[in-house]
Structures are given as C-alpha cells and as structure tokens.
C-alpha cells in the first residue's frame, strides 16, 4: 500500500478547488434539499460530532497521563492566540489530539525504553511531510526562476527591437508572479513559471482604463479603451496632417501599416484573445533570435487569454505563461490577461494584485525565522490566500516555524470556517492599511472598503449549505489522514 502522506495533499487540494468553485460559482438547486440528503447530512454531522467528542476525552486521559508522569500542566500543551483574537477552535483541537494520539502509540506498543528512538521517527516523519511533500527544494526554485527572468528579458528584449517600427503595443520588462517567484510551488508535475509583461500604448495611442459595473462576475474588471492622441502643434490645431487623431487615415497611407484599433481591438478596446495571440505569433516568428533557441527547443501550448509555451532541452523541460497587463498608474495593481471565471468577455481586463502579493511574502520571508511554514500553509491553502495572508499580516513570525505548522493551518481554516458561517470574506488588499510601505496601491484602493468575497453565499442560502458541506468534508479528509499517517508508528 502507497504512504497515506502521498495521497492526502493532491486530494486536499482537489476538495479546496470545489469548495472555491461552489462559493464563486454556486450550482443551480432546487427550493429544497430532499429528505435523503437532509438524512445523510445529519449522519455525517454526527459522525463528526461524535469524532470530535471521543478525540476530547482522549485528550484530556492524555494530559492527565503526562502531567503525572512528568509534572507539566496542561498549559505545556501548545497553542496559539494571536493578536487577531481568534483562538484555535475545534479543528485545532483535532489536529493536536492527533499528534498526541501518535505520540502515546509509540509508547505503548514499543515501550519506554526505545521512547526517543520513536520520538526522532515521529519526527523525521513530521519532517519529510513539511519539506518533501509541501514545497518544492528551495535552490530549484530559485534556479528556475532566474532562468525564466534572464528567458524573459532576451524576449522582450528581441521583440523590442521590431515593435517601434509598428503600431503595436510596446513590451516592458517581464515581472515574476505566482506561487514559484514567491518562494513556493503547488503539486504539479511540471514546473511552470508565470510572469506578467506590461503592455504600454504605442506612438499616438493612449490607454484609459474603465471599470466594468457588471456585479456577477468576481472581482474588480476594467476594459482597455485605445484612443488616438493628438500631435498637432499649437498653430496648426487640426491642421497637422501627421496628427493621428485628427488624420488617422492619412498615417495609414503614408506609414502603410494599420494602427491599433485596427488590429488588436474591438470597438474601440483592447481584445484580451487578440493580444495574446499577437504575442504569441511573435515569439515564434523572432525565437531564432533568443539566445536561448541555440539549446532550447520551444512549444507553444493553447491558450486563449496568455501565451503558454515549453522548453525543452534533453530530458529537462519546463513550462513559461505570460500573461499580458496594464499597470495602473505607478502601482503594483495590473489588469491583466488573466479570467476571471467562465466566458470571460474577450475585452474584458480583470484587476490583478499577483505582484503586490509577490512583494507581501517575499517581504514576510525575508523577515521570517529560517524554518518557518507560512509558504507550507499556503500550499495547502492555495484557494484561499485571503485568508493565510491575513494571518500572515497578524500573528508574530515567531509563530510560523515549522514545529507550529499544524497549528497555523488549524488557525487557517478555523477563520476560513467563521468566514463561511458569517458569509463574510474581506479582500486582503482593498483597504488593508497595514501593507508593508514598498508595495504601491492606487489611492482608490487603499482608502476603498474591501469587497465581500463571500457575497455570493450571502444571497444564495443553497450555495452556502453547499460551500458548508464540502468544508465540513475537508476537515473529516484532514483529520482521517494525519491519523493513518499517524497509524504505522
């Protein structure tokens, strides 16, 4: 039989991706649950009740066993209370019922004379989880990653050189974004690594961002509105037959090449799907001139709304998303090519906060003691960032070292659980006073109210039984793996 610990994080994360899926985007249900589900409900719900009761009594047989055996008081028994208010909760108390649980199986089936030898397995065993299951070796990551920037920067670099003689957008250098340029790394067989390049308007054009008021879809999304930009001098306003907003036909003719508008837009915005497929015919018609095409062999991969590639040299590959964005003003806030949920409009450009929260943990890493697990939690928490990073930006880095790890991800989904019960979810950056003063947000978001990312449980009573369901069936998964991890010692 395979290692429990093989099997429990992918199929964690797959009950995390559905229950972010039946919060954003709530399955249509009828008025009513029928009796057999009600029923089935009920006798999970006691189940886990009657779980949580027996794993209290035999915690507390524990601390009475261990306070006479060693004279240490149940205050010995570690906790956590941050400066947030929220004390672990019951799942908390689950998470260290197992440990201790595991702990006193080792004494008792090999006796007290062998008691460190299981100790230091016990050990080794919490170990080989936290580093060899939960994040990706650390120099791999950072190799990776410097090899995709140096990528990146030859790219736009080479395209560079072709785009002033066009009316296409200009190409800035690439930014590292996503969960490998943080520091971290979901399960993937694979490594892919995301940046985003910023796009800015060409000579003659102008990009003005408007926000789309459409409330159905998550977030905040903006369109790309292209205009033309007056370059007439002063004594001949209107005149100046070079001007491109007042004689936009007349630089067709004479440059012999299309503006923008007649390109990459649809009325008069810029279309996500256009660009990207622009970008993407670019790579492949300039790669000769990389120079890593001298021992890197490149595969565009589908994608409609970013430029998906692989490289592969040998038996090493490794994949590269770009991901195209308007920065907003001089802020660390993009719109980018990324979707925002199903049938994203093509000239819709969803808010992107990916590197304002690339600069949040590295910030937090940099200042972190050498054997914390903050970037351990968010692997499992990868849906739900708002939550780790709030926490992150409240309890004392003190309290993120490995030897806490089951208690900062007790503390994790204890606050994801009074979320889902209060239907109240704040967005991390809207309004977040507390940022660290390197990351640069535009005045309308620092001073907004955070959006309710749980809104939509608000409104719909049937999708807030489901988002609950499937929370309660995480824990119930968590809990019956850490004890069959726990079983063999």
Known sequence: LSNPLHTMVPVVILLLRLLKILILYPQPVGDGLDEETIVRMQERLTLLELEKFRLQCQVEQLILRQSAGSGQTCSA???????SGLLLGSWALAWSCALCAGKEAVRGRRGRGKEREKNEAWDYNLTWLLEERIQWPVQDLQTGCKRTKALMDNVTTVLGRFLPMTFYPRLQRAIGVGSAFEGWTAFVKEAEYRVLVPLTPPCGHTFSLELDTDGDRPGRNFRVRVGLECSCPRELQGAYMLCFFHHPEEIRRRTRRPILLDTLCTDLYLDVRKTARWFSLLL?????????????????????????????????????????????????????????????PRTMWPESYGVAEMKFLRHVTRQAPQDSSHLRCLTLMIFFEDRHHALLNTLPLSQWRSSEFLFRLSDILEQLRFSLEQKQLDHFFVGNQRLPQEISLPPDIRSAEPPNLFQVLAQDEAAHSQAMEAYRALLSLLLSHIKLCIAPF
């Open 77 to 83: 028994l570690p906790c956590s209370t941050g400066s």
């Open 284 to 344: 492949r018609a300039f790669w000769r001139y990389v120079p890593e095409s001298r021992s890197w062999h490149l595969e565009l991969l589908p994608a409609r709304r970013s430029c998906k590639f692989r490289l592969t040299q040998g038996q090493e590959s490794f994949r590269v998303k770009v991901q195209l964005g308007v920065r907003r003003g001089a802020s660390d806030v993009f719109v980018s090519s990324r979707p925002a949920g199903f049938r994203t």
